[in-house]
C-alpha cells in the first residue's frame, strides 16, 4: 500500500527565505507525482506534475524534484512572500490509478 | 473552461437526513474522481469513474455512499442517513486519461456538516 509522508507538519519562515518542502512515497513504482496549494477551506490547486520519467519541473519561483529510486521529492519555493502562506500536499498517481497523498505541510511566511 | 465545479459549496444537514452533492469537471476530462478531506488531513480516496463507468470505491466507503456519473458528463455524490462522521470537505477532481496520467485538477469542494 503505497504511504506518503510530508515532515514537518508545519513551517513558519520569514519573508524573502528560500526554502525546501519534502515529501517521501513508499511504493516507487509511480507515474507522476504532483504537489497541490490549498488554501484554509478551499479546495486544491495544481502547482506541478511531474512524470515519472522527469526529474524536475519548474514554474515561476517554484522547482519541483523527483528521485523516484529514493521515493522522494521536493518542492523548492524561492524568495518566499506572505501570499505563500498555505498548506502544500503532494500526491503520487501509481498503478492503482488513484492520487495518493500526504498530510500536507502548513507554511507560515512572516512578513 | 472554468475548471472543476462543485455544488453546493456548503451544506448542513440534520442526522439521517439524505444529502446529494454535484460536480462538473473540465469538459474534455474522462476520469473523475471523489475524495474526502477532513481537518488537517490529506485527501482520501472515495471513488473515481472513467467516463461513466465507476471503476473503483474505496473499502472504507460504506453502504450509504453511492456515486453515479450518467453519460460520462457531471457526477453526483449521494449519502444516505447521515452521521456526525461524515461531517468533512468533499472534493471532486478531474482528469484526463488515455494511456497516460494528466494533471488532476480539483474543485473547490463541498463542506459537510451535519448537525
Known amino acids: 500500500k503505497q504511504e506518503v509522508t510530508q515532515i514537518p507538519a508545519a513551517l513558519s519562515v520569514p519573508e524573502g527565505e528560500n526554502l525546501v518542502l519534502n515529501c517521501s512515497f513508499t511504493?516507487?513504482?509511480?507515474?507522476?507525482l504532483q504537489w497541490f496549494r490549498q488554501d484554509p477551506g478551499k479546495g486544491l490547486t495544481s502547482l506541478l506534475l511531474?512524470?515519472?520519467?522527469?526529474r524536475e519541473q519548474t514554474s515561476g519561483r517554484l522547482n519541483a524534484s523527483l528521485d523516484k529510486s529514493s521515493g522522494r521529492s521536493t518542492l523548492y519555493i524561492a524568495a518566499s512572500q506572505p501570499g505563500d502562506s498555505a498548506t502544500y500536499l503532494c500526491a503520487v498517481i501509481g498503478a492503482n490509478s488513484k492520487l495518493t497523498f500526504g498530510k500536507g505541510i502548513t507554511l507560515s511566511v512572516r512578513p | 473552461d472554468t475548471g472543476v465545479s462543485q455544488n453546493p459549496r456548503h451544506k448542513i444537514t440534520k442526522r439521517g437526513q439524505n444529502v446529494t452533492f454535484r460536480c462538473d469537471p473540465i469538459?474534455?476530462?474522462?476520469?473523475l474522481y471523489w475524495y474526502r478531506q477532513t481537518l488537517g488531513q490529506g485527501p482520501e480516496f472515495l471513488t473515481y469513474?472513467?467516463?461513466?463507468?465507476?471503476?473503483?470505491k474505496s473499502r472504507l466507503l460504506s453502504d450509504r455512499f453511492s456515486a453515479e456519473r450518467p453519460k460520462g458528463s457531471f457526477s453526483t455524490l449521494e449519502i444516505q442517513r447521515t452521521e456526525q462522521g461524515d461531517s468533512a470537505m468533499y472534493l471532486c477532481a478531474s482528469s484526463s486519461y488515455r494511456g497516460r496520467h494528466t494533471e488532476a485538477f480539483f474543485g473547490q469542494g463541498t463542506r459537510l456538516t451535519v448537525v
Open positions: 511504493d516507487s513504482a509511480i507515474y507522476n
Open positions: 511531474i512524470q515519472s520519467s522527469q
Open positions: 469538459s474534455e476530462h474522462n476520469r
Open positions: 469513474f472513467q467516463n461513466e463507468a465507476q471503476l473503483e
